[in-house]
């Protein structure tokens, strides 16, 4: 599946590592996002949806993304480390088609604005990869 990851590919290549085994040490953070209530009758909106927790790589909605009904939009900003994060490769899959989503790159803000196409539950993605520092083996 393509993860938008193709500036770690050309880094490989520029710098003589292509066909080189690489390690992959990774962590990932997630959010999730629960509605208590009917919609539409008691369902508080989820106040804190676009709160920044500071993970070193986040995706921050720019409205509850639990009051986007099919049809509508939702803009996530991408942050890196805090800091807006250009070019990543940003998708959502609905729960029943759990293939991965062509996605949309974010723009120099870090912002991507993904359309939601049906109502139900949706996962937003994306895989952020940097250089590893040198690990030491004793």
Known sequence: ADEGLDHVTAWRKEHGEPAKAGIEPYSRAVKSF???GTPGRDARPAANSGRVFGFPFELV????????KAGESL?????????????????????GD?????????????????KFDRPG???VH?????RAP????S
């Open 75 to 95: 803009v996530v900003k991408a942050l890196v480390d805090g800091k807006a994060a250009e070019g990543l490769l940003v998708g959502a899959m609905h729960k």
């Open 34 to 36: 629960v509605r208590v």
């Open 134 to 137: 040198a690990l030491t083996h």
């Open 61 to 68: 909605p720019e409205r509850d993304p639990l009051s986007v």
């Open 98 to 114: 759990l293939k991965n989503s062509d996605g949309k790159r974010t723009d120099a803000d870090g912002r991507v604005e993904l």
């Open 121 to 123: 539950v949706w996962l």
């Open 126 to 130: 994306a895989v952020q990869m940097r």
